[in-house]
């Protein structure tokens, strides 16, 4: 930046103009970093009121700006200040308070009226707190050498104030670059911000003394400059006089990185929650905003959420701003929990929200939030869910609002949400272990200081995608065969920045018919299925993927059905002549009940193909949560509570992905569990329970257990099946007790 645009900064001081000075740039930046805030802190009163827009006042009720005749030291006075307010921004001060209004924003109110829909007429846009606050935000991007991305509420006018923030580049600076882009045209030519740009064009060459014009001057393309002729040496020649900046659109319906090329000052990408290969554009662009390592451009991505397999681009902005250069703000937007976290910059619906506004253009946020509130709680008594959920998103009041899953899920909502809050209220005691193989040859493991991948869909970028084994439950001694079933979702590859794919592993404990003899009498009961252990992660060297999997299956003792796609675990297992563990295809029986793979000669595991998965397998997912499992009453028999086969699910990242599945996204995790789940369904059905005798010798039973016990097949809807806990509480998690 050069120091002439935080030098002899005009200053409005309690009544008097004069002007300040910068020491350099951080020094501007840190004074940006001070009044930066948040919209209904900005504390606007009548100075600002009076300040702000004080010329687009005086057009408004003249009709024309200055009243000096033309070519006079008053009119050249007037238009000149205006010009460097126009360059510089203004600071006002009143009392304690101080504001800064940047360049575009400045001009925007004051040289650059809008049309405005509700009085179908033009004019100046109003004071409003939340476009201060997205100028400042991009102000501190660009002062920060980084970049910005935008997720906002509609109807704020990001379109015009972007086109505005053009304007003012190619209006004062000499030979500026900038660029537009969409991935439809419509969302940036004559229909769409180009009928914006050429509104202000005309307004300004009409009512200004800054003449302006462009050559050529066409949609998609403006040079600032005007053909002239002038005399050398007696003889007359044509010559091009003017700034010479460029204005240029560019859409992406072919090529994500169309016409990105060559140096840019200002790239602001229209429409960008509708813009599924956006990431793509960026990556191309990057090199085009840099000198060497020095940032000297910014990408500018705006818009709102439309359908959601389009918007990730966005989504990965705004939730990731540090990986992807982004300049993040401190928010407690993330959720509606007020989690604290740091993102790209917001704008929810509170924010400016008619009329919850006062006549200073500051947002009455409690005011708007609680009305918002009850607006949405009519609409959830009046709307279907898919329309209920839709019109939250249009609305958001946190960025989890804004890309929250507009369909229904085929998976049972309120079922994982509320399994999802006793996660989050520690019902399931895990731990986390690296596993490897012991000095004795043996599987072992040991505790560490890795997470789990919490992350969905991971950043593809992402440099460290390991994770870490996840245990509910430890093996028990010397496993028998049958008693542990894992299912894998295998990877091709080992390091990789171009895909989200994970490998996902599930390990499940089969449901045990157990019979109890302490001396005085016999009792047997159904020790519950549950999932055990889960890791999902890849390893930059893929044979280190495929050995923490052996690992896990041999610690288990499982049987293990795997996606055979990838042949190269399977492969794996063969060299290590461990194929015993291996699901032979002729035994995943839920393959011959459908009649699926009939074509596939692979000898172990099945083959996700066609609709295989979509149109079977899904299903023993969804009547695995659905299924009743037991019903819990108190004394007289009166129902207290439903245990729901969700319950034998410890694992949020699984729940998250069967909320998201919908065609096209990766859920690796669920296909891993599906396929387990229809295999131990078919197995349990033709093999029945694992069986298993113990003596106790009059001991009392474990008070853990009594919380695994069932009188019914685990996989049958069951209804209720009596008072089998009287007097006791209700147990929330069948593993709440479990070590």
Known sequence: ?????????????????????????????????????????????????????????????????????????????????????????????????????????????????????????????????AQYH?????????????????????????????????????????????????????????????????????????????????NPNKVLFWQQKIETETYFGGRKRKSEIGLKGVIQGMSFEKDPTNGVGGPVKYFFHEEAGIAPKMDQTYGYIKPALKSGLITTGMFIAAGSVGDLDQCEPLKDMIMNPDGNDIYAVETNLIDDKGTIGRSGLFIPEQ??????????????????????????????????????????SQHPRNIKEAFDFRTLSVFPSH???????????????????????????????????????????????????????????????????????????????????????LCSIYVYKTAIEITKNNGEKVETYIEQDKLVAAWCGRFDDINKTHERLELIIEWYNAWTIVENNISQFINHMIYRKKQRYLVPRSQILFLKDIGANANVFQEYGWKNTGTLFKSHMLSYAIEFVKEELDTLTDDNGKPLKTIFGIERIPDPMLLKEMMAYRDGVNVDRLVSFAALVAFAKVQQANRGYKKRYEETGGKKLDNSRNFSKLNSNPFRHMGGSGNKFPGMPIPRSPFKNLR
């Open 1 to 129: 930046m050069d120091p002439y645009f935080y030098t002899d900064i005009p200053v409005y001081d309690n009544g008097t103009w004069t002007t300040t000075s910068f020491s350099s740039r951080d020094d501007f930046r840190d004074f940006a970093l001070s009044i930066f805030k948040e919209p209904g802190e900005y504390q606007f009163n009548d100075t600002t009121s009076k300040v702000f827009n004080e010329q687009a006042t005086t057009f408004r009720q003249q009709g024309f700006y200055c009243s000096a005749p033309e070519g006079t030291k008053d009119f050249r006075k007037y238009w000149d200040d205006q010009k460097t307010k126009n360059r510089k921004g203004i600071i006002v001060k009143d009392g304690n308070l101080e504001w800064y209004l940047t360049r575009d924003y400045y001009m925007w109110l004051n040289f650059l009226p809008i049309f405005n829909k509700e009085i179908q007429k033009f004019g100046f846009a109003d004071i409003r707190d």
């Open 134 to 214: 997205i100028a400042l935000y991009e102000l501190l991007a660009e002062l920060h050498y980084q970049h910005s991305s935008i997720l906002k509420k509609r109807q704020i006018a990001s379109s015009y104030f972007h086109a505005a923030k053009l304007i003012n580049q190619i209006w004062y600076e000499e030979g500026v670059t900038l660029k537009m882009g969409a991935s439809l045209k419509d969302y940036i030519n004559e229909k769409g911000t180009w009928k914006f740009l050429n509104e202000y064009e005309a307004f300004l060459n009409t009512h200004t003394a800054w003449y302006r014009p462009m």
């Open 351 to 392: 924010w400016s929200m008619p009329p919850y506004i006062d006549k200073h253009g500051n947002s009455l946020v409690a005011e708007a939030l609680d009305a918002l509130n009850k607006y949405f709680e009519d609409c959830k008594k009046k709307m279907s869910p898919e329309a209920y959920q839709l019109e939250v």
């Open 415 to 501: 079922l994982i949400s509320a399994q999802m809050r006793r996660i989050e209220e520690k019902e399931y005691s895990y731990e986390h272990l690296d596993i490897y193989r012991g000095t004795d040859g043996n599987p072992a493991v040991a505790e560490t200081s890795k997470l789990p991948i919490r992350e969905f869909p991971i950043t593809k970028n992402t440099e460290d995608k390991t994770g870490c084994l996840v245990v509910w439950e430890r093996p028990v001694k010397d496993p028998e065969f049958g008693t542990y079933y894992a299912s894998i979702d295998p990877v091709g590859e080992g390091k990789t920045t171009t895909s989200e794919s």
